[in-house]
């Protein structure tokens, strides 16, 4: 068995998330001070809460649900709390909040109809839902059709306020309900705080149990290394510069959960909330706050890299990483090219899922930065491997499927013992995710799911993708596999570009001089305004494929 690993290994500390975040007893890893400005309104930055503004609200939000919705009454990680949101300042109040009432928080896409959020309320058994001011009516609606009452949704006001919609509940007061402190370390491991639900990019979301252990160690492991790398430099004298972000992901994905609601408090990062991402706001603000930390996902560095529009909107980072989906070697050096001054800042990519937690790869600080495409090394104290459909080991260059072992891996899924037995054997969480090594390093291909064959050869979505979305033509590029009798499936690409500058026919020469005659796109080229997305980006290529298969269908009437 061939195991990739780090040698080094942090001992992960035995307390709950809160305790971790808060309070740090036992960690000297959190310098974030009380008086730390941690979230403010991109659009009124005075709008804003300090880390013990957001204890203390965090302690309201955790006394109104015990004491008018009943959750953790009967003990804790039972009572699943859905929230919907846009980007709040004080939506990390309602999640530690929950966490500290011993609920699950649940969030919601901010995208979703009334009834996707009521499947999801149904799905996680859910009977108490938080809402931002703008999404009341799609909670309320959502309500109703899961038979919750109005007393049951409260909504966040625009200022501090947490009330029911039908004004009888007012769930937050001066009471306040202290943080918990749990140490037990089979406790902490098979504790529920957290569902994310997977993104549903092939079929319907599946519950992702998030435990204490899980969270503390996703955040611990990375920052013990930071720790180490940094602590020579500060002794020597050396100031680094506070850390200023933009929030523009979804809460409902695992990155914005990390990124905006729990390693701010950690790490003392300034978070400036926007409501819901826009790409001209987003410019804007980051600029006009002079973030020096980038986490985001792929699409939108291919915007950055592509649009004209940025200029020197990134001059004062420091630190960019990305994930959720394929960074190929020429995005991530055309997109390193806008930030910074050009040369200091290059992109760190990470590899992981909801069911890890998150990073399961990263690129650590003091190493050369490696801008091959490749998905950086495994995090310490995680275990992976890349194995063929009978779970053997591959050779470096073939691919394999990345399988997971650690303390950063979901206990599985919630109510779903049949998800969870297809993706965890043996003590392995089965990414779904096919790579490469070469030279050492970990390259994704592509979801196994979502690669096909043309004549029994093996066609990766993401590898024609990413060679048109080169094109200085083409503003982005989708491709999915279509039945053609005898042969297979053959590869059609969805394009965003302008069809009165390219043609289908230039389309499929450019491909036609740069990849195999079996990757070819011989099932068409579709001009499209826009892709099909999920909050985080991702393309929905179930839906290209039902709009391929419709077209298809149409043709032979």
């Not at 959190?30 to 013990?52: F, G």
């Not at 720790?227 to 020597?236: F, G, N, R």
């Not at 409902?252 to 926007?274: E, K, R, S």
């Not at 001059?315 to 989906?325: E, I, P």
Request: net charge neutral.
């Amino acid at each position: 068995m061939r195991i990739i690993r780090q040698e080094k290994e942090y001992p992960i500390p035995n307390i709950d998330l809160l305790t971790f975040l808060y309070v740090q007893p036992d960690s000297e890893f959190s310098a974030t001070k009380n008086d730390q400005i941690l979230h403010a309104s991109a659009y009124d930055p005075n709008h804003s809460i300090t880390k013990s503004g957001l204890r203390n609200y965090a302690e309201q939000v955790a006394y109104g649900l015990r004491h008018e919705y009943g959750i953790g009454a009967e003990g804790p990680y039972k009572d699943v709390v859905t929230v919907m949101s846009s980007g709040h300042p004080f939506v990390p109040a309602i999640f530690s909040g929950v966490i500290a009432a011993g609920g699950v928080f649940s969030a919601a896409s901010h995208s979703f109809t009334a009834q996707e959020l009521a499947r999801q309320i149904k799905q996680g058994q859910s009977n108490t839902v938080i809402c931002s001011e703008d999404l009341k009516d799609v909670a309320v609606e959502a309500a109703k059709l899961c038979g919750i009452p109005q007393n049951r949704v409260a909504v966040l006001g625009a200022q501090w306020s947490l009330k029911s919609v039908d004004g009888s509940v007012n769930v937050t007061t001066e009471q306040r309900l202290p943080f918990p402190r749990v140490t037990d370390p089979l406790e902490l491991k098979n504790s529920l705080i957290v569902l994310l639900w997977s993104s549903g990019t092939t079929g319907v979301p599946k519950g992702v149990m998030l435990s204490h252990l899980n969270l503390v160690s996703e955040m611990y492991i990375p920052l013990a290394q930071a720790t180490e790398w940094a602590a020579p430099l500060i002794a020597a004298g050396q100031v680094f510069p506070e850390l200023k972000t933009v929030a523009h992901l979804p809460i409902a994905h695992i990155a914005g959960l990390l990124g905006y609601l729990a390693g701010p408090i950690l790490v003392g990062c300034t978070v400036y909330w926007m409501r819901k991402f826009q790409w001209t706001q987003f410019l804007e603000f980051s600029k006009k706050y002079k973030i020096t930390t980038l986490y985001t996902v792929p699409s939108i560095y291919l915007r950055i890299a592509k649009s004209a529009e940025v200029t020197d909107h990134f001059k004062n980072l420091v630190g960019a990483s990305t994930g959720a989906a394929l960074m190929d070697e020429e995005l991530q050096k055309s997109a390193n090219a806008k930030l910074g001054g050009g040369t200091s800042v290059y992109i760190g990519q990470t590899w992981g899922l909801s069911e890890t937690t998150g990073a399961v790869t990263s690129m650590p600080k003091g190493i050369d930065p490696d801008d091959t495409g490749s998905i950086s090394p495994v995090l310490p104290n995680v275990m992976m491997r890349s194995v063929d459909d009978n779970d053997d080991d591959v050779e470096p260059g073939q691919p394999g499927e990345l399988i997971v072992k650690g303390p950063i891996v979901t206990n599985g899924y919630y109510n779903n013992p049949k998800a969870t037995a297809e993706s965890f054997r043996n003590g392995w969480f089965y990414s779904g995710d096919i790579a490469i090594e070469r030279n050492g390093k970990f390259y994704i291909v592509d979801r196994k799911k979502e690669i096909f064959k043309y004549k029994g050869l093996q066609i990766a979505p993401a590898e024609i993708e990413g060679l048109l979305d080169t094109h200085p033509l083409i503003s982005e590029a989708a491709v999915v596999g279509i039945p053609k009798s005898g042969d297979g499936e053959v590869p059609r690409a969805f394009v965003v570009a302008d069809p009165d500058a390219i043609s289908e026919e230039a389309i499929k020469q450019f491909v036609a001089e740069r990849l195999a005659q079996y990757k070819q796109l011989r099932g068409g080229v579709k001009f499209v305004p826009e892709l099909p997305k999920s909050a985080i980006g991702k393309i929905l290529r179930k839906d290209l494929r039902a709009q391929a298969m419709t077209e298809s269908r149409a043709s032979k009437l």
